[in-house]
C-alpha cells in the first residue's frame, strides 16, 4: 500500500526521542503528519543489529527514515534497507552538527561538500524507488551569504533531490553544542522563503523555532511545509490541531490517545520482554500540556517507583487523574 508522503506538517528526526515509541503515538495525535526516525547512521546499518534499528509500527505510515553517512555506497546500500523494511522515503542528514557526527565526517560538515552529497542522493536514488530527501542546515560557521545555501541545493537538486528540509539557521561547527546550535544562530527565515521562490519545482520544507498554530500557517504562504520538532514533542497537540486543520484529518481528543498507547503498551510488552513501560510514557510527558492536571499527569507517569512495577495499567490511572479537571481547563 501507497501511503501520502505530504511534506505539508512534519515531525521532526530527534536523536534519542522519536523512536518507534514516539512515532506511534505521534500517530495517534495525528493521524497524517510526516513521522520521522531519530538518525541511523549506515555503519550501525550495515555492521549493527538490523531490525533493532529499523523495526516500526505499521501504523506509524507516513513514516521516513533518516541516515546519517557520506559514502556513497554505504548510503544506497542503507536506502535499500529502507524500501525493504517498508519506509515511505528515506531522508539524509546535511543538518546534525554535533562533533560525534562530524568525527564520522557526515552531518552539517557536508554542506561544505554539496559535490559529494549530489553524489551521495545520486547513489541512494539509482538504488530505490521511494523518494529520497536531504535535510540541511542554511549556513556554516561564519558564512552569511544566502548564495552558499542556494548553490548547495542547486547542485544536490541536480542529482534528482525534489525535496530540502532547511533549518533555517546556520550550524556552528566548532564551539556550540547541539542544544546551543538549535538556540543561538538567529533564524532566517527569508533565507528558506528565497529558496522555495529561486526553485519553484521543488518541495521546501521548513524548520526551527516554530511554535504555534499561526506560525505554521505563516509560514505555510511562503512555503510548502512546516517541520515541528521540540516545540511538538513537548506539546504534542500543536500536532494535533496543525494537522487537524491544515491536512484535514481531526484529532482524537487526548483521553482517546492515551487510551490507544494503553492498548500499544499492553501489546508491546507482552510481545518483547525488553520494552519497559517507561520507554512508552516518557514520550507522553507532554500530552496534557496546558491543561488543569498537566503536572499531576507528568508526576505519575514518571513516577520511578509506579514504573518499575511495568503495569500499563498506570496510563488509566494517569487518565483518570487528568481528566478531573479538563473541562475547566483552557
Known amino acids: ?47 549493527g543489529d538490523v531490525p533493532r534499528h529499523l523495526d516500526f509500527n505499521k501504523e506509524e505510515h507516513p513514516v521516513v527514515l533518516q541516515l546519517g553517512g557520506s559514502e556513497p ?19 539524509l542528514n546535511v543538518g546534525c552538527p554535533s562533533e560525534r557526527v562530524q568525527r ?13 552529497v549530489a553524489d551521495c542522493v545520486r547513489a541512494m536514488r539509482e538504488a530505490v524507488k521511494i523518494p529520497v530527501t536531504v535535510k540541511h542546515r542554511i549556513g556554516i560557521d561564519s558564512v552569511e ?6 548553490s548547495f541545493v542547486e547542485q544536490v537538486a541536480a542529482a534528482g533531490c525534489t525535496t530540502f528540509i532547511a533549518h533555517a539557521r546556520n550550524a556552528v561547527l566548532k564551539g556550540l553544542s547541539p542544544k546551543e546550535n538549535r538556540e543561538i544562530p538567529p ?3 527569508d533565507y528558506v522563503h528565497r529558496l522555495k521562490q529561486d526553485f519553484p519545482q521543488l518541495t521546501i520544507v521548513i524548520n526551527g523555532g516554530i511554535t504555534r ?20 514533542y513537548h506539546d504534542p497537540w500543536l500536532l494535533a490541531v496543525a494537522g487537524e486543520k491544515l491536512l484535514g484529518a481531526a484529532a482524537a481528543s487526548r483521553a482517546d490517545v492515551a487510551v490507544g498507547m494503553h492498548a500499544y503498551a499492553v501489546r508491546e510488552l507482552r510481545r518483547d520482554s525488553r520494552v519497559h513501560l517507561r520507554h512508552i510514557t516518557r514520550h507522553m510527558l507532554g500530552l496534557y500540556h496546558g491543561y488543569g492536571r498537566a503536572k499531576a499527569w507528568r508526576r505519575l507517569l514518571s513516577d520511578a517507583s509506579r514504573l518499575a512495577a511495568n503495569d500499563p495499567d498506570l496510563i488509566l490511572e ?6 478531573k479537571r479538563t473541562a475547566f481547563a483552557a
Open 1 to 47: 500500500m501507497k501511503y501520502s508522503t505530504s511534506h505539508r506538517i512534519c515531525a521532526a528526526p530527534m536523536m534519542d526521542w522519536t523512536d518507534r515509541h514516539c512515532r506511534y503515538f505521534l500517530r495517534l495525535v495525528s493521524p497524517r503528519a510526516m513521522l520521522y526516525t531519530e538518525m541511523v547512521t549506515t555503519g550501525a546499518l550495515i555492521h
Open 73 to 91: 555506497a554505504d548510503l544506497a546500500h542503507s536506502a535499500k534497507l529502507a524500501e525493504q523494511w517498508g519506509y515511505d522515503e528515506v531522508n
Open 104 to 116: 564520522g565526517a557526515f552531518g552539517a560538515c557536508l554542506m561544505a561538500e554539496p559535490a559529494l
Open 145 to 150: 551569504e544566502y548564495e552558499f545555501v542556494r
Open 187 to 189: 533564524l532566517k527565515y
Open 213 to 232: 498554530l499561526e506560525e505554521v500557517e505563516a509560514q505555510l504562504e511562503h512555503v510548502d511545509g512546516v517541520m515541528l520538532g521540540r516545540a511538538a
Open 318 to 323: 494517569a487518565i483518570e487523574i487528568a481528566e
